[in-house]
């Protein structure tokens, strides 16, 4: 099981940004996937969620993203994202996708409910 995480970048505030979360070894659908992101003395924190497909499919977003960030899956080509727009100078952290499962059950968006981990990807908002 190995998840890759994308996409990150340098983006002036307001900007964009698309981050994927590719799997190798699984199949997504069968999993809750989440993306977390930890700034510079920051605790890690959970961003955005969705549950699998062979449970209820649904979402979760942290407060400071609604609105902002969509998730979402492409199981043709076994991946989640999360599309970011209106940055903010605070998204400023690195994003960790994660994965638990196999499981039907609705999703848990903390990074204790989560088994399987990418390395991260570098976002930075900054003008």
């Known amino acids: 099981v190995q998840l890759q995480a994308s996409g990150g970048g340098l983006v002036q505030p307001g900007g964009s940004l698309r981050l994927s979360c590719a799997a190798s070894?699984?199949?997504?659908?069968?999993?809750?996937i989440g993306w977390f992101r930890q700034a510079p003395g920051k605790e890690r924190e959970g961003v955005s969620c969705?549950?699998?497909?062979?449970?209820?499919?649904?979402?979760y977003y942290a407060d400071s993203v609604k609105g902002r960030f969509t998730i979402s899956r492409d199981n043709a080509k076994n991946t989640v994202y999360l599309q970011m727009n209106s940055l903010k100078p605070e998204d400023t952290a690195v994003y960790y996708c994660?994965?638990?499962?196999?499981?039907?059950?609705?999703?848990?968006?903390?990074?204790?409910?989560?088994?399987?981990w990418g390395k991260g990807t570098q976002v930075t908002v900054s003008s």
């Open positions: 994660a994965a638990n499962g196999p499981t039907t059950g609705t999703v848990l968006c903390k990074d204790y409910g989560m088994d399987y």
């Open positions: 070894g699984f199949t997504l659908d069968y999993y809750n």
């Open positions: 969705i549950s699998s497909r062979s449970g209820d499919g649904s979402t």
